[in-house]
């Protein structure tokens, strides 16, 4: 592994220490569109590609000119953030089976 891999790794791990801190495990994606169920809550011990492993979604979609900055980031579940894609958090665009 490359020192500029470790260095982007640990970074990350810093970013979502700080966003867990920040907003809790909750996918900030799923409590907009009012889920019921319990699914907003996201279970860090899982790791991708679960899809409902944590993962950092931007709020300012980065094909918009998002910054990667904490204030432009919140925790998703991994299959969230897929079915978002570069949408706004409002526009209906998400499907998900309830159970």
Same mark, same amino acid.
């Given at each position: 592994?490359?020192?500029?891999?470790?260095?982007?790794?640990?970074?990350?791990?810093?970013?979502?220490?700080?966003?867990?801190?920040?907003?809790?495990?909750?996918?900030?994606?799923?409590?907009?569109?009012?889920?019921?169920?319990?699914?907003?809550?996201?279970?860090?011990?899982?790791?991708?590609?679960?899809?409902?492993?944590?993962?950092?979604?931007?709020?300012?979609?980065?094909?918009?000119?998002? /910054?990667? /900055?904490?204030?432009?980031?919140?925790?998703?579940?991994?299959?969230?953030?897929?079915?978002?894609?570069?949408?706004?958090?409002?526009?209906?665009?998400?499907?998900?089976?309830?159970?």
């Amino acid at each position: 592994m490359s020192r500029k891999h470790d260095t982007k790794t640990a970074a990350k791990r810093a970013q979502r220490a700080v966003l867990l801190r920040l907003y809790g495990p909750w996918c900030w994606i799923c409590r907009e569109k009012g889920v019921r169920g319990g699914l907003a809550r996201i279970d860090t011990t899982l790791t991708w590609p679960h899809p409902m492993a944590f993962t950092r979604d931007h709020v300012i979609p980065r094909s918009e000119g998002g /910054a990667n /900055a904490v204030s432009n980031l919140r925790p998703a579940h991994s299959c969230c953030n897929a079915a978002r894609g570069g949408h706004d958090v409002d526009t209906p665009w998400r499907t998900r089976k309830q159970n």
